[in-house]
């Protein structure tokens, strides 16, 4: 499962929302999906590791399905 949350906590230590990217980087129904832990494209992430300038590690993990 893709988990968001390192986003969050990165965009909270950097004092920033997530719709601070709205239409900068990123699209509405993106920022939906992240708030929903949805699939995004790699792109994406890339995009938003550059404009926060973090590693992806504090933008998205990855938590195996429960079995």
Known sequence: MI???????TLEEKDMVISE???V?????TIA???K???????????ICVYLNVPI????RIVPDAE
């Open 57 to 60: 590690e504090k933008v998205v």
């Open 3 to 9: 988990d968001f949350s390192p986003l969050h906590k």
């Open 37 to 47: 832990n949805l699939d995004v494209n790699l792109s994406t992430i890339e995009k």
């Open 21 to 23: 990217m709205r239409d």
């Open 25 to 29: 980087i990123l699209h509405p129904q």
């Open 33 to 35: 999906k992240i708030n």
